[in-house]
């Protein structure tokens, strides 16, 4: 599937090749591990959401052929997981993809504890990715229908792909330990800014809570940036750091979107920090969580907005 992915990426760019043949011969493919369709430019693990415009903005509405016949969607639940080298999570969200191709994501804390466990969802998706989707399940208490997870190193390259993303900073922030020094205001990340700028979370006023919310704003901005023009280098940015279920066949999920994905963010409301077996994570009220996460799918809840932290 690897190289029958890089055939249809060089094709497209040399030759210009009718994209209907790259989805039909993708679509034949589906059953022997496909790798990044749908979530090639995925730049946090929220990203992948919007990389799902790929294939359809790639396309003329005249040249959907191999969709044609496609059922109606449904909406999804798809948990959005942004990995480090060691495949411990750095980032998560529980993304409802509506069948117009909306999502409203949530994003989840890393530190959250699993249940009355000491586990937190940082390591669960390296021991097995179904504990993961378990847990988030459990505090959610709504249906993981699929997952996929990216690489977080793969972002600076799909940042310098778009010309740079745009983000806002409330106050100027350095941190030697991930490298991040930043000022405050509007500015520009690409290269290798944009990866100390979403894993920082030490220097700032609400830790790993803000890292949270830097997140959501690049993947918001980012989002704007991916048109038909550089989805294809999008796509070989990242096709090969990219992992999901094998119960998904993300061509005929990828039916549902047909322009810019309309992303709204929100963050799982936790609480204070705890201590368990010498380790500090959340323990949100599993009430709470579920209320909130109910509202926030049915459109009620309240999306975050403005400079980050």
Known sequence: MNDLIRQAIAAEAEERVDSRTVLANLHKAKNRKPMGLIFGVATLTVAAAAAAVIIPTTLKKTETAPLANAPAQEAQNVLLIGTDDERLTDALLFARFEADGSATMISLPRDVYAGSSGERFTGLFREDPRKLTAAVENLTGAKVDHYAAVQ???????????????????????????????????????GDQVLPFLRQRMN?????????????????????????????????????????????????????FQGPVQVRTSTLPVGEAVVRNGVHGFAPDPAQAKKFVEEQLSGKGTAETGCVN
């Open 152 to 190: 977080m190193s793969d972002f600076g390259r799909v940042a310098t792909a778009v010309g740079g993303v745009e983000v806002c900073l409330a106050n100027a922030v350095t941190d030697p330990r991930t490298g991040a020094s930043f000022p405050a205001g509007k500015q520009v990340l690409s």
């Open 204 to 256: 700032l006023p609400h830790g790993d809570l803000d890292r949270v919310k830097r997140q959501q704003a690049f993947l918001a901005s980012f989002a704007k940036k991916i048109t038909k023009d550089n989805a294809m280098e999008l796509f070989q940015q990242v096709s090969r750091s990219v992992e999901y279920d094998d119960g998904w066949d993300p061509l005929l999920f990828s039916a549902r």
